[in-house]
């Protein structure tokens, strides 16, 4: 039998379907204004697929369901590059590097506002040229977010800061998945689907600069960072190479695990032949059936993490094999009746979809031949649809508190110590460039900004 198309039947129809995901937005909603950090997202989608068991009618095609949702490629490369970012992260942040860094930032009187205003920029530049926002938030934390604290700026501004950054160059990055899967699935030339959507994503950019410049908190007294002990050793430096090393690759095309790995392995190298690191600092097995080292620390750090990962992607084969995706498509459809009801009906279908999945480039490609169809019929050129699907990815799968924009960053703060942790649910009040980006898309539905192309970009449209 085809899983992926295997229907789960429910008691109470519609209704029935429905309970695991209305059981995880409640726990989920708790959990954002507990502030709860990552353990309390893993409760709630693990309520919601308990919830499910009560209401299904068939209970093995309902465990069949979650085993499909974890059989997804998507969740082993999240899964192998949280554990993966895990020991690159605590490569650096165990060196010494972000200490020496934060003396000479703030010797160059680099502080507060100002440092988040760079940090937002620089981020910007990685996710533009890497063209994965997932893989800058393994980059940047471990460096930025804690100098960044001890440079004066609170904690969930330095990571409004970094998710902001990388949500512009997802958006906009021409080697972005999201942006190769918009342009693809609508028809639409890579290069003139860049260039017009700059019209949406730089006003989006330099709306969220000035929001940092103006309201970003900062304190006279830094929180106290785990490990940090005040040393400078201006020979830590050295272990930026994991950084430049996964960088790079991600730059020339390799996949995020291979990066990460041989950013690891120059870590290792570069930590053991410097001395900055014995053997008995990354691995270590005292006796009495216990390890230590740093490396097993990370790897363990991540497992609240890795659980919540493994409730997401079950509750995503779950509500894939109730029909949920395909009832909402073919909901909106009915929607779209004029040009605006069209563009509003894009927005609506690829935001709820990228928000319950969590990952934009899913809902782009599940969404594309529905939204090619209905936007030829109304009227709404290849690279408006192109746009609005890309942009609206970029604001409601970055707003959502358990989608890996949210959870990931979090998690990555956790490492430097409880008083400097952001929840997950505090992430999108300060994501200024995806709320800029949310005003942008109104406007542009509500007045027609956009939407009308020069006659360059209709010459060159290549033909269905």
Known sequence: MDKKTQRVAYRFGKIGSLAPLIAAVAMILWAAFSQSNVNGYVLAFFAALITGIVFTKDEKAYGEALVYGLSK??????????????????????????????????????????????????????????????????VVIPILFPVGIMAGVTPTFMIGAIVSGAAFGDNLGPISDTTIASSATQRADLGMVVKTRTRYSLPAAIGALFLFLLFSKTTDKAPVISGNDGTINPISLVMLVVPVVIIVLCMMRKHLITALSWGILAGIFAGLIFGIYTVADLIAFPGGFSVSGA????????????????????????????????????????????????????????????????????????????????????????????????????????????????????????????AVAVAPGSVPLVNYYSLCMMVILILAIVTGYGRKLPKEYTKSAPSD
């Not at 992260?89 to 590097?97: A, M, N």
């Not at 995706?325 to 709820?352: C, P, Q």
């Open 295 to 418: 490396i097993i620390e990370a790897i363990t750090g991540t497992a609240g993490t890795v659980a919540m990962l493994i409730g997401v992607f079950s509750l995503l084969g779950v509500l894939e094999c109730s029909g949920f995706f395909e009832d909402v498509g073919t909901l909106l459809t009915r929607l779209a009746k004029s040009e605006r009801s069209t563009e509003a009906t894009i927005v609506l279908s690829v935001g709820i979809l990228s928000m319950v999945t969590g990952v934009i480039s899913v809902a782009i490609v599940a969404l594309g031949d529905l939204i090619n169809e209905i936007g030829e019929k109304a009227g709404v050129n290849r690279y408006r649809r192109a746009n609005l699907m890309d942009c609206t990815g970029c604001v409601f799968c970055f707003l959502a508190p358990w989608t890996v924009h949210c959870v990931i960053p979090a998690q990555l703060t956790a490492q430097f110590g409880d």
């Open 73 to 138: 490629p998507m969740f082993a490369v999240i899964v192998l590059a949280v554990i993966l970012a895990a020991i690159s992260g605590k490569l650096i942040s165990s060196s010494g590097v972000v200490q020496t860094i934060a003396s000479y930032v703030v010797a160059a009187g680099f502080t507060g506002k100002l440092f988040v205003a760079a940090t937002f920029l620089i981020t910007c530049l990685l996710a533009f040229a890497t063209g994965t926002s997932v893989g800058t938030y393994f």
